[in-house]
């Protein structure tokens, strides 16, 4: 039986909905009586969390659809005046729903008053940042649900100057900003003022992107790449940068090659997931490459596979490639005076290599738009394929610039007849052996993640592995780096940290060990996640 106040609130937003579609899906349900659904999609507004909104595709005030952007939107606009901020940027993805969530944003900021740029079609996620830094605009947007599944949609904001004494300077939101627009988006018009009076971005914007990029690279590359965008919008501009950077043109996975909204080859178009990269590697086997890039659908992450001593193709994880980058910048730049940055669940290995080199390192919460608010930042990664190798033209993480440092790092590798593992090996001898790995427990119900952290928060395994307990952190309490999770110290150099996700209906699981002997650090975390892994399930 569906309630009178949950039926008012249905009629209401069916009034102010401006897409028909989703009104009418409201519309059945109420005839039909479907509390079920409707309850779903009116269990609250749905929350800015990682720098903005992100979530499931559908009707009602709990989905990503038209009239929830469309307040969003408005909500911005208010925020936008308040602080006496002028213009905005807005750039979209590939997914369902982003051209229309694109429009209606332009539309309502323009009405509003804003000068409003609209990048010309689907691009990744770095050209919407280095365009709010080339553009000088106030505040930037991009239409993208990231790597999340193909039935979610999001919506990234970015600031461009200064707001509530922090200089963002092309980066993403933080609070509380976040919390601010979020109180706007709750008393905002629900039929805002549009205009078409909007400008498209030019061409020769993303060309100064493409140069940008490619400007990294000091000698052709005659690396062997295979390369994929899984179904996302990264192999236009990539391919660019490769051919102005003067490499070798990769093999594109044919399969993946086209921006594709249903993802059909893949579930969850993560580099992260398990199974996510085996096309690719299966195409580097068959012509004998040197390298594997993907990038995941709005590009800002960077994955990448090579083949073994031992001849087996094999994924690197973010915590490789990140300190293989860091070191790489440290030994072929002056970086005197700058800094360098992770987030807390990543390798505590990069802050050894810079404490080493005397250049400052800062730890940051989880997420990219923490990363990038370090002063005199020279790179940032998190261990969840987010690498900044170039803040002052993309202050944000940025897949294809990363992409093609690494090439250029493991190309030099070749040339002097070591592999991409040699390198990391010569690191593990000089710092450590800094083995890492994760475990990620997805739900269908949020209520489950809290109830994991509770137990482990409330009863930590006390031995793992043999090693016994030294400390426990409840991370809602820490004084530095306050967030929800725990992190647990053991001796022997093991590191244990558990959080929720903060894009996906997920409780993740870090776990790093360092030893002097690599074969040791491998074989001891892998028992530490057999263990941790019958804890979670």
């Given at each position: ?112 008053g804003m000068r409003t740029y609209v990048l010309p079609r689907e691009l990744p996620t770095p050209v919407l940042a ?83 990029v490619a400007s990294l690279v000091h000698k052709p590359n005659n690396l062997k790449i295979v390369y994929t965008p ?184 070749k040339n002097k007849g070591k592999s991409f593992d040699d390198y990391l090996d010569d690191i593990g001898v000089e ?107």
């Open positions: 039986m569906i309630s009178e106040q949950l039926k008012f609130e249905v009629e209401n937003w069916i009034k102010h909905d401006p897409d028909k579609k989703t009104a009418e899906q409201l519309s059945t349900w109420l005839k039909e009586g479907n509390e079920k659904e409707l309850n779903r999609c009116f269990s609250g507004f749905l929350q800015f969390g990682t720098a903005g909104l992100r979530g499931p595709l559908g009707p009602g005030p709990s989905c990503m659809n038209r009239a929830v952007v469309s307040r969003a939107a408005a909500g911005i606009a208010k925020f936008m005046k308040k602080n006496n901020l002028k213009s905005v940027v807005i750039g979209r993805d590939a997914r369902f729903g982003s051209i229309e969530f694109a429009q209606d944003s332009a539309e309502i900021l323009a009405g509003a280095f365009a709010v830094k080339r553009l000088k605009v106030d505040v930037g947007i991009m239409v993208t649900a990231s790597h999340n599944p193909a039935t979610d949609n999001g919506y990234k904001v970015y600031l461009g100057g200064d707001v509530n004494g922090i200089s963002y300077s092309g980066s993403q939101i933080i609070s509380p900003v976040d919390q601010e627009i979020s109180d706007e988006i709750s008393n905002a018009d629900l039929s805002p003022s549009r205009s078409t009076d909007i400008q498209i971005v030019e061409e020769g914007l993303i060309n100064e992107y493409i140069e940008s899984l179904h996302g919008v990264g192999a236009e501009i990539f391919m660019k940068v490769l051919k102005l950077a003067k490499f070798s043109n990769p093999i594109m996975v044919n399969e993946q090659k086209n921006p594709d909204p249903n993802f059909p080859t893949t579930k969850f178009p993560n580099p992260e997931e398990p199974g996510v990269m085996d096309l690719a590697i299966k195409y580097a086997k068959d012509v004998e490459a040197d390298l594997v890039i993907a990038n995941d659908p709005d590009a800002d992450r960077c994955a990448i596979a090579v083949k073994s001593s031992n001849g087996n193709w094999r994924t690197v994880r973010g915590d490789e490639v990140g300190t293989a980058l860091g070191k790489y910048l440290i030994d072929s730049h002056n970086l005197k005076n700058k800094s360098m940055a992770n987030s807390l669940v990543s390798s505590t290995l990069l802050s050894k290599i810079a404490k080493h080199n005397q250049i400052n390192f800062f730890e940051t919460l989880t997420g990219f738009k923490w990363i990038s608010k370090i002063p005199n930042l020279a790179f940032g990664y998190e261990e969840a394929l987010g690498y900044c190798v170039d803040p002052e033209v993309v202050n944000d993480k940025d897949g294809i610039s990363a992409a093609v440092l690494i090439a250029q790092l493991i190309d030099e590798l710092f450590g052996f800094h083995a890492t790995d994760q475990i990620s427990v997805r739900v269908d119900d949020l209520a489950q993640i809290n109830k994991l952290l509770s137990k482990i928060i409330s009863d930590p395994p006390s031995d793992l592995a043999g090693y016994k307990i030294e400390s426990v952190e409840d991370l809602n309490q820490s004084k530095d780096l306050k967030t929800t999770g725990i992190r647990l110290r053991y001796s022997g150099e093991i590191r244990v940290i558990i959080r929720p996700s903060g894009t996906e209906p997920k409780l993740k699981c870090y776990i790093e060990v360092v030893k002097s002997n690599k074969s040791k650090s491998l074989e001891l975390i892998s028992q530490i996640k057999e263990v941790l892994t019958k804890v979670l399930s």
